[in-house]
């Protein structure tokens, strides 16, 4: 490809797009203002792949050239001015602006210290080659590529390369990206990068729980996460995670059939299976570790609890009443990663049952029915409802008139 790259453009933005960044463009340029199209945006449409992040880089001013665009083309604004970071929200696009930055890094695994820069500076601080290439925007030069560390020709030798010797060191969650791209893309780690994430792996331990769940959040949603966890694993990098962590085969099997099982992999099932052959007290450490948010905890930590409950559920003479009775303290993804880890025919029947019919099963008479019926108030009214749920999940009783029947025999029977 030559060094301009508006016919991609064309081809891979919408018009909605495309006449959004001509008019920032047009406007820098009324400004004396350097600004580029940057990121992933540029990398993809070198690709030929859809991608509708609009990421700008503006050397001066971003928010003041945010807000004559969003004047110019009757956009909401929001800007942050101590970052010198502004959005521009259309009714159907998102555009980033942002001041081209110079950054330094105090210690390895903090996060930087930015000041001003140039275009140059910019791209400088970014992750791999292939992301640190940038578009021109101005009216006179659009769609020229700026690409100051060869990311065009590793993009076309399909290769993930960092820009220094010590980008992992500087951030180590690089690495976690390197594996992500490496698996959607297709591409390999350059020989010399792969070497130098192998030399710098223990780096991982200095990034902090939040950051580093972020980048296994984002692994969770690429199309195939096991892929990317796998590589993880045979580089190394997850056991510097937890030293429980794995990204084997069996791993690889459950994702596959979770995918079968249930449509979307939400990350808090991810999660849980890739903890599944963990203690619990593991569980706990990696909970604490990634700082996870409640909702994922609980699925995490109930699926652990449960796990040692598997043997109970393979009884063959359990009935649905006593399933349902083991099952009812736990969260309903918890109880589907144990029947996706399941090797028994059995325990899986029963916890998909109960998942998808047991635990919706409901009586038709309450407890104001059943006071109606004879039945005192206190312990013996709930214990009453409870055993007609069970009657009824067990296939007893299957009807109203079945319901009532039972109630006043018991009572006749005094119980």
């Known amino acids: 490809m030559a060094g301009n790259a508006t016919i ?51 050397e001066g001013d971003a928010t003041e050239l945010a807000e004559s665009l969003a004047r110019g083309v009757g956009g909401r604004l929001v800007v942050h001015r101590r970052f010198g970071t502004a959005k521009v929200r259309t009714e159907n696009l998102t555009i980033d602006l942002a001041m081209a930055r110079a950054e330094t890094y105090a210690r390895p695994g903090a996060l930087p210290a930015v000041r001003p ?4 500076d910019d791209l400088a601080r970014r992750d791999f080659s292939m992301n640190a290439m940038a578009l021109r925007l101005d009216p006179t030069d659009f769609g020229k590529l700026v690409d100051p560390f060869d990311g065009q020709k590793d993009l076309e030798s399909k290769l993930i390369r960092v820009l220094h010797d010590r980008s992992f060191i500087d951030d180590a969650t ?66 510097e995670i937890h030293p429980a962590l794995r990204g084997n085969g069996w791993l690889q099997k459950m994702f596959e ?15 849980a299976l890739m903890t599944h052959s963990f203690s619990l007290p593991d569980c706990e450490d990696f909970v604490a570790r990634l700082r996870m948010p409640g909702a994922v905890s609980r699925v995490i930590l109930d699926a652990a609890r449960l796990r040692e409950r598997m043997p ?20 309903p993804t918890s109880i589907l990663v ?69 109630v006043q025999r018991w009572l006749s029977q005094g119980r």
């Open 8 to 58: 991609q453009l064309e081809k891979s933005l919408s018009p909605e797009s495309l006449r959004l960044i001509q008019k920032a463009g047009q406007l820098a340029a009324e400004k004396r203002l350097g600004i580029y199209l940057v990121g992933g945006v540029v990398r993809d449409v070198l690709l030929g792949r859809a991608n509708s992040d609009l990421d700008l880089v503006v």
């Open 117 to 120: 820069g140039s275009i140059q």
């Open 174 to 239: 690089r690495m976690l990206r390197a594996v992500r791209y490496e698996q959607r893309f297709g591409f390999r780690l350059e020989a010399s990068t792969e070497s130098l994430l192998r030399q710098n792996v223990s780096m991982l331990r200095m990034i902090s729980g939040d950051r580093m769940r972020h980048e296994l959040d984002l692994i969770l949603h690429e199309e195939r996460p096991e892929k990317a966890l796998r590589r993880a694993g045979d580089l190394g990098l997850l056991v």
């Open 257 to 271: 059939k979770a995918r079968e099982m249930t449509s979307g992999l939400p990350p808090a099932l991810c999660y």
């Open 312 to 331: 109970s559920l393979d009884s063959p003479n359990l009935p649905p009443s006593a399933v349902c009775g083991l099952l009812q303290e736990y969260s």
């Open 338 to 406: 144990c029947a996706i880890a399941s090797d028994s025919a059995l325990v899986q029947e029963r916890l998909h049952l109960y998942l998808n019919r047991w635990r919706h099963v409901r009586t038709t008479l309450d407890g104001n029915a059943l006071l109606k019926l004879g039945v005192p108030s206190g312990p013996r009214l709930g214990e009453m409802l409870k055993a007609l749920q069970e009657a009824k999940v067990d296939g007893k009783i299957r009807s109203k008139e079945d319901e009532i029947e039972l």
